[in-house]
């Protein structure tokens, strides 16, 4: 079994920036790379950032482009979301999710991974 937690979510100011984590536990399958999601109220969720750790390839959102960067620690199986210039629309729970076997980032949608981690708050508001 794979298992993954977030952490470093919470409240933010406007235009600020925070980092959270995704650790990844278990049995983690070979060649596998990390998701991160988000979820806003009422809204579905949306694929933002991947990262293969083994190689460290990522793809991104075009929403976060140029905000947001993904990175990894291989030897600690984790993986980070680095977010700047946060807005209110922002706001959302995020989560980081597993997918093993790949030879390169998949594709941004949730059907494309495996194993999910419950996610963490991210609020940003003044």
């Known amino acids: 079994q794979v298992q993954l937690v977030e952490s470093g979510g919470g409240l933010v100011q406007p235009g600020g920036s925070l980092t959270i984590s995704c650790a990844v536990s278990g049995r983690t399958p070979d060649y596998y790379a990390i998701g991160w999601f988000r979820q806003a109220p009422g809204k579905e969720r949306e694929g933002l950032s991947c990262?293969?750790?083994?190689?460290?390839?990522?793809k991104y959102a075009d929403s976060v482009k140029g905000r947001f960067t993904v990175s990894s620690d291989y030897s600690k199986n984790t993986a980070y979301l680095q977010m700047n210039s946060l807005r209110p629309e922002d706001t959302a729970v995020y989560s980081c999710?597993?997918?093993?076997?790949?030879?390169?980032?998949?594709?941004?949608?949730?059907?494309?991974?495996?194993?999910w981690g419950q996610g963490t708050q991210v609020t940003v508001s003044s």
């Open positions: 990262i293969r750790l083994i190689d460290g390839d990522t």
């Open positions: 999710a597993a997918t093993g076997g790949t030879t390169s980032c998949p594709p941004l949608t949730v059907d494309e991974y495996d194993y």
